[in-house]
């Protein structure tokens, strides 16, 4: 069940009642009603892979009590390998193995042997990086005694598996929304009104932006060979409204969804496109991914605390192992390595912080130096995208080539004025709004009912006559 | 809460109004399909892809047969290639737009290589065909107006409904109540000939190399024959086509003719294969009839049923 379809826009009315007004009264009903529609929720993409969830749920569950009961540091250790490893184990089965298969036949090749690997044909399931990262952090919050288990089935099962974030995050972290489960929420109209329009802006970058520039991007990349530097260009800079419409549009209407019913989830874009250094660009991009990585990769491999050595393999480990998160791909590994290439200046220079307010606090725009800082930003971002939107490396590279060469001063085909005109509005919303924590929230609060109103009348309106061809959430793949 | 919902009723009023509105003016001119998911089941059915859902024509159908004294409502559930090739999910959707209580209906089963050829590496290596067309995933075929499918089908913004971009707005083709698909095409001999070049290259270079005769295909006309005689009378039809395209046809199956003349002995059904004749039919593009033609072919086809 997607977020964007009219399964859903009868689905979430039931569960809105039923949370309301229906189970109110008890936590436990509550919370087991939840547990039950996120499993419905889930199982309407294939319920056979119910099963592993519930199982991947179940082991991280028991373990994390095994770790906190178990008296020895040895025993805990085993507990948090057994956990670690049949999680991993599951992740590497099925997203993996057929890569690895691959790879080693190829490598085998290259010295002249001849290797017949087994591939699986297997299917991904959805949301498997998700959830098994939702457990990992658990049992690792378990065994750094940051957290202790809870000891209701019920409770942790609707951490990982509320539905909101069940297939694409934001990546929760137990100290965050296991509280919020085990507490009684109460309605606030506020926040239910500001999660409806943050559900509304969502669907804005979802269907209008991401959709209609999917098709363009789409058109662009299989036919790169027929296109001149300026298009491809052109496709590249769309492929990053597309992917950052349709990943951050995907979480505004899970944050929004959830807030609806009184659970706050971790903000997980912060205006990324509006960053004036790599670095500040990942505190922006898929916030509880990068912050995932960087407490429980980064800063047990030694963080930057080391010398420059350490910082240099540290930042290359956490940027290619969130590269191979992403897929099996060298495309995905080689995306992980630029964003590393581009973020070793600034760490190395210890500027990495040196950017960590909003752009143009307090001003309506920004100044010629941070406009240009963002232009390098989002060209450098721009380049590892097409690595990442590529099918594989010969396909990039061909890219990149035909990117740059002399066509890139010639008029760009396949322009749409429409689609141009409507990712400017995009851009102007989210520029206006950059203080808040989506585009939408904050304006027009102090406008005249009727005139906020007509704002939301209008994104409705350009939502049910821009939409463009559907297409799945691309991070449904990872 | 109740000030909530109070406010939220209240705002949603227009989006709602609207929305109603623009549910409420699809028509025949929404798109090709649209239509033919939005009468009650049926107890007579043409079936079979965009040859047949542009090539014959329920009313003159039935005016015959009427006329005749078989009464009989038919209705055209044929769609495209692509979408209505035989197999699991126009099955299904036929099964569903099927009154399941018609007896003594008419059944026009429109046949040609393609519908029933599969993609060539699958067919090779043994396996079921997999579409993931609206055919498949349409839960109701059966709604007016049909929420479903203009929610999830319809491939372009709802409100292109009310609301056409004028760019885009194509008259060219009109789908009738009766689910027949008009076309209003330039039918001038330089443009008409410039069309069947396209469509014979289009079909010469991307589908006969990549297609073979699919048994899996062919196994669900076969059930699809079966399901149809539970409600009254079957009759394959092979429509003519341009004798370029059949060129085409020949290369793909050379045997097709004597395979449906054998289900139909099989299956004690009639087959109707209308032969090729460049001066006798006209068509749009060497693959669809002109209107016109289109009448004349559905006489062909009444005549055959009435007179056997």
């Known amino acids: 069940m997607l977020f964007n379809t009219l399964e859903f826009a009868l689905f979430f009315p039931i569960v809105f009642v039923l949370y309301w007004f229906v189970t109110k009264r008890s936590l436990r009903l509550q919370n087991v009603m939840l547990l039950a529609m996120s499993y419905y929720f889930y199982a309407q993409w294939d319920w056979r892979f119910l099963f592993l969830l519930i199982f991947s749920t179940f082991l991280d569950y028991f373990s994390g009590l095994q770790i906190h009961r178990t008296p020895t540091h040895a025993m805990k250790r085993v507990w948090l390998i057994i956990s670690v490893g049949i999680n991993l184990g599951f992740l590497g089965v099925f997203k993996y193995y057929n890569f690895f298969a691959d790879s080693f036949a190829n490598l085998v090749g290259s010295f002249g042997f001849e290797a017949h690997p087994v591939f699986l044909s297997v299917i991904l399931p959805v949301g498997i990086s998700f959830y098994t990262f939702h457990g990992l952090s658990y049992v690792f919050d378990i065994y750094y005694d940051r957290i202790k288990p809870t000891t209701d089935p019920v409770d942790y099962a609707l951490f990982v598996g509320f539905f909101p974030l069940l297939v694409a995050g934001p990546i929760e972290r137990a100290t965050h929304l296991l509280p919020q489960i085990q507490s009684p929420r109460q309605f606030e109209m506020a926040k239910v009104v500001d999660g409806c329009k943050q559900v509304l802006w969502g669907l804005f970058k979802k269907v209008v932006i991401a959709d209609n520039a999917a098709e363009i991007v789409n058109l662009i990349f299989d036919g790169h060979q027929d296109y001149g530097g300026s298009t491809l260009l052109y496709g590249a800079v769309l492929f990053a409204f597309q992917i950052y419409g349709d990943f951050s549009g995907y979480s505004d209407i899970a944050l929004g969804t959830a807030r609806i019913l009184g659970i706050e989830l971790l903000q997980n874009f912060n205006f990324p496109y509006f960053s004036r250094d790599i670095a500040e660009f990942w505190r922006r991009w898929h916030i509880s991914l990068s912050s995932w990585f960087r407490d429980y990769v980064y800063i047990p491999l030694g963080g930057s605390r080391g010398g420059t050595w350490m910082k240099v393999r540290n930042t290359f480990v956490i940027f290619l192992v969130s590269g191979f998160w992403h897929g099996a791909n060298w495309t995905f590994i080689v995306w992980g390595a630029l964003h590393a290439l581009f973020f070793l200046p600034v760490l190395l220079s210890g500027k990495n912080r040196s950017n960590m307010s909003i752009v143009a606090e307090n001003s309506m725009l920004p100044s010629w130096r941070e406009t240009f800082n963002m232009a390098v930003t989002f060209f450098s971002v721009v380049i590892a995208w097409v690595f990442f939107r590529a099918e594989d490396l010969g396909h990039a590279f061909a890219y990149i080539g035909g990117m740059f060469s002399p066509t890139i001063f010639s008029k760009p085909a396949e322009f749409s004025m429409q689609l141009a005109a409507l990712v400017g509005f995009f851009l102007l919303i989210e520029w206006v709004g950059r203080r808040g924590k989506y585009g939408l929230q904050d304006i027009g609060l102090k406008w005249p009912r009727l005139a906020r109103w007509a704002m939301y009348y209008g994104i409705m309106f350009l939502i049910f006559r821009f939409t463009g061809k559907s297409e799945t959430f691309i991070y449904f793949q990872f | ?308």
């Open chain 2, 1 to 308: 809460m109740k000030q909530f919902l109070k406010w939220l009723a209240l705002f949603m009023l227009l989006p709602v109004a609207i929305f109603v509105i623009t549910l409420y003016s699809a028509d025949g001119r929404t798109d090709p399909y649209y239509l033919r998911f939005t009468t009650p089941p049926q107890s007579s059915l043409i079936v079979g892809t965009s040859r047949a859902a542009q090539g014959i024509q329920p009313h003159v159908l039935d005016s015959m047969l009427n006329a005749n004294g078989r009464a009989v409502k038919s209705f055209n559930y044929s769609f495209a290639i692509g979408y209505s090739n035989y197999g699991a999910p126009y099955y299904e959707s036929i099964k569903k737009k099927m009154d399941p209580a018609a007896q003594n209906g008419v059944f026009i089963v429109a046949v040609d290589p393609w519908s029933v050829a599969g993609d060539l590496a699958t067919v090779r290596a043994g396996i079921p065909e997999y579409e993931w067309t609206f055919l498949r995933t349409l839960n109701n075929v059966n709604m007016s107006p049909n929420v479903e499918y203009l929610m999830e089908e319809y491939d372009k913004p709802l409100l292109n409904i009310l609301v056409p971009d004028p760019r885009k707005v194509d008259d060219r083709l009109l789908l009738h109540e009766d689910g027949w698909l008009e076309t209003n095409l330039d039918l001038s001999p330089s443009t008409v000939t410039e069309r069947t070049a396209k469509k014979v290259k289009e079909y010469r270079d991307t589908r006969l190399n990549s297609s073979a005769p699919s048994p899996w295909r062919l196994g669900y006309l076969e059930i699809t024959v079966d399901l149809l005689q539970k409600h009254g009378e079957v009759i394959l039809v092979r429509l003519p086509v341009h004798s370029s395209m059949m060129v085409l046809e020949d290369q793909l199956m050379p045997t097709f003719d004597r395979t449906m003349e054998l289900l139909a002995l099989r299956k004690n059904v009639k087959y109707l294969s209308i032969p090729v004749n460049d001066r006798e039919w006209s068509f749009t593009d060497g693959n669809h009839l002109v209107p016109s033609d289109g009448a004349k072919v559905t006489k062909l086809i009444a005549e055959e049923l009435l007179h056997p």
